[in-house]
């Protein structure tokens, strides 16, 4: 009954990597930063969304896997005020990325195997971004009155700046970042939610000449008060990402061909433009991608792999660099782990780690390259340091290894050669 399950904690970066300075990031480090923030008492929530957490970062469970070993492994710093585990029952590392770019895809297409060795398009950081040609192009081709933005932005001030000039107009809200990607944000009621979608495959289709990664739908709602001049827009779970495939098979696509079962949950099957994936189930929030992981390792059998993307550390704290915020979903995370360890079966590799940091306390919005976290458990490995890992493929060629596939092109697989019998309830204590 081999599977294997994969948590990606979007953005959950531990450390610069070795060439972060290229990127603007050397000095980064998602979790460290978060940590001493919280050390200092910079994160009390007594309100809202997170209320009630305070004081240091608490993350009993991931430090149980691994966690701070492998944080301290990537920056030689203990993140500040966090417990050491009396024991580590993990096998824990940290890992670099060989692909060019910092973004999602790329991260998650490594991740599997896959890194990108050739460099993305981007869009310059001006203020016009993109070519008027391709504007003009999808203005015509989706028969628009125009388009608005056009400039790098964050998704939430954008939409709070030309939220009403979008619904007055009619005209679509567009604009990048330091990612490969078009965003394109529009009222979902004013403009219209399948009018938005059908515009992004517009777009992704107009894009493949600029080697663009990703077409992002922003459907957001909202209205300006009555009498007031406070407008309050507000984005909604429809988002929808148009990715371009990846350059070549994933472990995902390697599974499925071999007759396997992959569930992607949550981003992952548009991440991967849906190639390899069996069956994808969607949810909104990191509650209910939980709760979906928790019902496909219920009902998900042999041969297969079960992959979710944490979207919300990214999309709702990292990108809005909102430091109380992450850590309060990160404790929250941790404090539904062990629901998940006590479901693993004997022959269960679970795989927690991300796609890229994106440092919270980071000057601008965007990603930052940082480490990964590695934490592994089952498929016979002891707990233990997994070193420096040269490449996020480890992770594709250990899961190739342990589903019993044949060997990617890249990455070293961490797992024994001949895995011992060790089971993962010996390893968790009865988890
Ligand atoms: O600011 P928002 O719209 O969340 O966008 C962010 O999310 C995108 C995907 O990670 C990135 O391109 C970044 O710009
Ligand atoms: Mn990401
Ligand atoms: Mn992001």
């Known amino acids: 009954m081999t599977r294997a399950i994969v948590l990606v904690l979007d953005s959950f970066g531990i450390g610069a990597t070795p060439d972060a300075a290229r990127f603007g990031d050397a000095g980064a480090d998602t979790l460290g930063h978060i940590a001493a923030a919280c050390a200092r008492g910079a994160c009390d929530l007594p309100s809202g969304p997170g209320a009630g957490r305070q004081g240091p970062l608490e993350l009993p469970n991931l430090a149980r896997l691994g966690l701070l070993h492998a944080h301290h492994a990537s920056t030689g710093n203990w993140a500040e005020g966090l417990t050491l585990p009396d024991a580590v029952v993990g096998a824990w590392g940290h890992a670099r990325e060989l692909s060019s770019g910092k973004d999602t895809p790329s991260g998650h297409w490594e991740i599997a195997g896959v890194p ?136 995902l696509q390697k599974l499925h061909d071999d007759g396997g079962t992959v569930v992607g949950i949550g981003k992952i099957a548009d991440i991967y433009a849906h190639c390899g994936i069996t069956r994808t189930l969607k949810a909104s929030g990191h509650d209910a991608l939980m ?74 919005t965007d990603h930052t390259r940082e480490h990964i976290p590695v934490l592994a458990l089952g498929a016979g490995l002891t707990a233990g340091p997994l070193g420096a890992r040269e490449t996020f493929a480890d992770i594709g060629q250990s899961l190739a290894s342990h589903l019993g596939l044949a060997p990617m092109d890249d990455g070293e697989s961490f797992l024994p050669s001949a895995a011992s019998s060790t089971p993962l309830s010996n390893a968790t204590g009865g988890h």
């Open 116 to 251: 990108v060795r050739f460099e993305w398009g981007y869009f310059p950081n001006k203020q016009q971004s993109f070519p008027p040609e391709l504007l003009e192009a999808l203005v015509q081709e989706a028969g628009l009155p125009g388009v608005i933005g056009d400039c790098h932005a964050s998704g939430t001030e954008i939409i709070t700046r030309l939220g009403e000039a979008h619904v007055e107009s009619g005209k679509p809200i567009v604009y990048t970042s330091a990612d490969s990607v078009f965003q394109i944000a529009a009222h979902e009621e004013a403009f219209g939610l399948e009018r938005l979608y059908s515009v992004c495959e517009t777009a992704r289709r107009l894009l493949a000449p600029y080697n663009i990664g990703r077409v992002i739908a922003r459907p957001f709602l909202g209205e300006r008060a009555a009498g007031t001049d406070a407008a309050s827009f507000t984005r909604t779970a429809n988002r929808r990402d148009y990715s371009v495939e990846p350059p070549a098979p994933t472990v």
């Open 291 to 364: 709760d979906a992981t928790l019902a496909a390792m219920d009902d998900t059998g042999a041969h297969s792999l079960i992959m979710t993307n944490f979207v919300d550390f990214d999309m709702v704290h990292g990108h809005r660099r909102d430091v109380a915020g992450y850590a309060a979903a990160l404790e929250h995370f941790d404090a539904r782990l062990p629901e998940l360890l006590g479901k693993l079966q004997d022959d269960d590799l679970l795989i927690l780690t991300a796609d890229h940091g994106c440092d919270p306390t980071w000057t601008g």
